[in-house]
């Protein structure tokens, strides 16, 4: 069996989990009456301290229904121009709720209050209204950058002076928690609304969510029926959820030892540049300076029964995951130096 690193999304239900599935009490969420679907809202709500939750097919549908309902049309958001929503969404933020970008560039996602100061808009006739401000956390593409508290609370504050709504794509919040030890709602509390995976690394098949006041919950249902978001017996779905996050969350700091095994991996490699210091979560980028580039790369490696994503630009990435244990990890690790000096030749 190859060992798929190309993300964290590739999961298959565990055994455990595919019980709690079948053993799950159902009914039919759009008629409100899913009492599994209720228990996970409510559980996502308190773990994040919010006042109320809503289940929704994808983390994209969910960071939808955060801009949608609280943007209007000619609105505009700031966020890293690496930011998940304006970059694997399918510009949804302006096809669906009217709304354009404002983007900021950093090495790792993260960024300042003066950035933010820097992006807004006068308030005056000529321009779009700066309305709201998106942090990822973890950030993707920087690199599955984990905010520093101090750093978040800041820029948080500084947005909520300037009349900002405040936004997380917390695809990734359970992996933040994990590598920096702060509860889910100590970071959502900087936040109006904050978007939740339970399909990434906490291994469910489906589903995300997004947290926040009661009124904007409300919105955002209304929405995600009208986006075709609404889902019968989702308790099935809702069940698994709930099971990831009691039994796979704290796990999560294996697969953050696994990233830095491939990283050290990488960087001790003739052809290969890794940061490894960089990497504390789940998400290990490199550089490629070898015969082929990326794609021959990774091409090799799957040879070697690994699969890791060639992005543009000669990087790859890997992201570890609870398919793929020490074992893999170390077998993973092994080839990439392999591939590697028989690339080098
Ligand atoms: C994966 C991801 C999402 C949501 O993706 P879906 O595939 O729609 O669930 C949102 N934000 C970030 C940062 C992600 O990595």
Not at 211 to 217: K, Q
Not at 259 to 280: F, H, K
Request: charged content about 25%; glycine content about 10%; proline content about 3%.
């Amino acid at each position: 069996m190859s060992i798929d690193l190309r993300s964290d999304t590739v999961t298959r239900p565990t055994p455990a989990m595919l019980d709690a599935m079948v053993g799950a009490q159902l009914g039919d969420d759009v008629l409100g009456d899913d009492p599994t679907v209720h228990r996970l809202q409510a559980r996502v709500a308190e773990l994040l301290g919010a006042e109320a939750a809503l289940f929704t097919p994808s983390g994209t549908m969910a960071n939808l229904l955060a801009v949608r309902s609280q943007c209007e049309a000619g609105d505009e958001i700031i966020i890293h121009s690496g930011g998940h929503i304006v970059n694997y969404e399918t510009a949804g933020f302006a096809a669906i709720a009217g709304v354009s970008s404002r983007t900021i560039e950093s090495p790792d996602g993260l960024f300042e209050p003066r950035d933010v100061e820097r992006l807004m808009r006068p308030v005056e006739s000529h321009f779009a209204r700066s309305r709201m401000v998106v942090l990822e956390n973890t950030h993707n593409t920087g690199g599955g950058t984990v905010w520093p508290m101090d750093r978040l609370a800041a820029v948080c504050a500084r947005a909520a002076e300037l009349g900002l709504v405040r936004h997380l794509d917390g695809a990734r919040l359970w992996n933040a928690c994990v590598a920096s030890g702060h509860a889910p709602a100590e970071f959502a509390r900087h936040f109006d609304t904050v978007s939740v995976c339970f399909s990434k690394g906490l291994g469910a098949p489906v589903g995300s969510a997004l947290a926040g006041p009661r009124e904007t919950i409300e919105r955002a249902h209304r929405l995600r029926k009208m986006l075709g978001g609404s889902m019968r017996q989702a308790g099935l779905l809702a069940a698994a959820a709930l099971h990831a996050i009691e039994h796979h969350f704290e796990r999560l700091r294996d697969d953050h030892a696994n990233a830095r095994l491939l990283a050290e991996a990488a960087a001790a490699s003739a052809g290969l540049r890794c940061d490894a210091g960089r990497v504390r979560t789940n998400i290990v980028y490199f550089d490629v300076d070898l015969p082929g580039g990326a794609d021959g790369f990774v091409r090799r490696l799957a040879d070697a029964g690994v699969r890791m994503l060639a992005l543009g630009g000669g990087r790859v990435r890997a992201v570890t995951h609870l398919g793929v244990d020490r074992a893999g990890a170390e077998r993973a690790a092994e080839a990439i130096g392999r591939c590697a000096a028989e690339l080098a030749g």
